[in-house]
């Protein structure tokens, strides 16, 4: 019970922390955000590592990585 | 292997042969509209793995593995009259593993069939933007072999972008149509019937087309949506249900059972349906000028009960603006699945059956660095050769599984 209030909470205040600074930011204002490193995906070099844990752990995907296609059963 | 290494060489010196022939694109919007090669990709990796717990011997033995993996991208894209964008791509993947506890599926050989595999997975895909209304609008084939295993894939996406490219929702939808010959342990194929009059096929090449059939169908869907939250931080929210369908059971693992009587051994069972959803969140900080906080966390649950938590976390740090060092580390966690026990503690009454340890209860921590090259005259001076990433992570598991990766990603522009 009280993990489950304590989780309630810790999202209401991410929530609360995060929606109201949505502000929208202007293409000249978006150096930060447009860094390579900032994409908001795996890297592309982490393709077959991706793979492998896919194949080596029971969880798979909400990671943009492989979620069919291919055995994967050695 | 020296083969696909050298083959793998001449295609990349073909793509930067290409690209030095590319000639300077003129001013005119005739020209602009033309199809050129945007981008191209190589990932190439090589795997190794070891543990004691393979499920090809009923939880008890070697998983010494080591994988070479290689996959090629290509893609073209050309503007139409009203400005959209469209894009075509080609992926070519090749991997080729050695595996020990594959090779026991048939202990009487010296080296098996099942030592050594390949698999080939070439894909496509097709995409218009509209840059005026943010709208993009794909879809994708793709295919997959290996020697008792064939994938046929396809899929369609739609992407919106708005609040001045501040927002998007990313929706994806994708099949794969699956079939795996029925490869069984040499010690449990049935014996010589009507149907098999020579006994049941071993899976060798002469006798791969006796072998039955049995179809792995899944069904994804992945729901995305990114929001650009201020200057230096963004995040984004996927959600991606998943239903897989069909022979999920791999027929050449061995099961045994707390009984010494003949029927002590069984290929593993397991439920013909999984529905999975995973929930991920990722959020990208950057702290000062130099330094960005990557963050990924997944809540996984599925109907077979497992329950799972990754958490990874990674930090790139500029050295120049050309060269960064990113340290990262991965936690994940699951419960394990009711359906697994180790060797020789199944009851011949459970239903369902596995001692295969990736479905055990189970946590591992990985850990390691990317470093990233990406000079402004291209590397070595090659202007095409636009990046060039080097990555290593070292993974521990609880079940006394260890494995190193070590990847290489070229990408030329």
Excluded at chain 1, 14 to 43: F, G, H, W
Excluded at chain 2, 177 to 201: Q, T, V
Excluded at chain 2, 237 to 259: D, H
Excluded at chain 2, 355 to 369: E, I, M, P, R, V
Aim: proline share 4%.
């Amino acid at each position: 019970m009280k993990k489950n209030m304590f989780k309630t909470l810790l999202i209401i205040a991410i929530a609360s922390i995060l929606l109201p600074s949505c502000t929208s930011i202007k293409e000249y204002q978006k150096m930060y955000v447009n860094d390579s490193e900032m994409e908001l995906a795996a890297r592309k070099a982490q393709k077959f590592e991706q793979s492998f844990q896919l194949y080596r752990e029971g969880a798979s995907g909400g990671n943009g990585g492989k979620t069919g296609g291919g055995c994967g059963c050695n | 292997m020296k083969k696909i290494s050298l083959s793998f060489l001449a295609v990349l010196f073909s793509i930067i042969q290409g690209f030095s022939q590319t000639e300077e694109p003129t001013t005119t919007s005739y020209e602009d509209r033309k199809l050129k090669i945007e981008e191209v990709n190589l990932v190439t990796s090589y795997y190794h793995q070891d543990g004691n717990n393979s499920a090809v011997t009923g939880g008890v033995g070697t998983e010494l593995l080591t994988d070479f993996s290689n996959s090629l991208d290509l893609k073209l894209s050309k503007k139409d009259k009203i400005g959209r964008k469209h894009s075509f791509g080609f992926e070519m993947g090749f991997d080729t593993y050695t595996s020990a506890s594959s090779d026991n599926i048939d202990p009487t050989t010296i080296t098996s069939q099942s030592y050594v595999d390949q698999r080939y997975y070439p894909s496509v895909f097709y995409s218009v933007n509209n840059p005026k209304t943010g709208n993009t609008i794909g879809g994708n084939l793709s295919y997959s072999q290996e020697w008792d295993y064939k994938s046929y894939g396809g899929g369609l996406n739609f992407t919106k972008a708005f609040n001045e490219n501040n927002t998007e929702i990313a929706v994806k939808a994708n099949a794969f149509f699956d079939k795996w010959w029925m490869i069984l342990p040499d010690e449990l194929r049935p014996e010589p019937s009507d149907l098999y009059p020579n006994g049941y096929p071993s899976g060798s090449r002469r006798t791969f087309s006796q072998l039955p059939v049995n179809p792995r169908n899944s069904f994804n869907l992945s729901i995305a949506l990114s929001q650009i939250v201020n200057e230096r931080l963004q995040v984004s929210l996927i959600v991606e249900p998943n239903l897989q369908k069909g022979q999920l059971a791999t027929p050449y693992q061995r099961v045994y059972f707390n009984t010494t009587t003949e029927d002590s051994v069984r290929v593993e069972k397991l439920p013909t349906q999984r529905w999975k959803l995973p929930i991920g969140v990722r959020a990208n900080y950057f702290f000062g000028d130099n330094v960005i906080g990557r963050a990924f966390y997944r809540f996984y649950i599925d109907e077979w009960g497992l329950k799972a938590h990754t958490l990874e976390l990674e930090a790139p740090i500029k050295i120049n603006p050309f060269l960064s060092i990113a340290p990262s580390y991965r936690y994940y966690r699951q419960n394990g699945v009711s359906y697994f026990a180790p060797k020789s503690q199944h009851k011949l009454t459970n239903e369902f059956y596995t001692s295969d340890y990736d479905l055990s209860k189970l946590q591992s921590h990985s850990f390691g660095a990317n470093i990233r090259w990406k000079p402004l005259n291209g590397v070595l001076g090659m202007k095409h050769f636009s990046k060039i990433e080097l990555r290593y992570q070292h993974y521990q598991r609880s079940t006394a599984l260890s494995a190193n990766i070590v990847s290489l990603y070229l990408q030329f522009q």
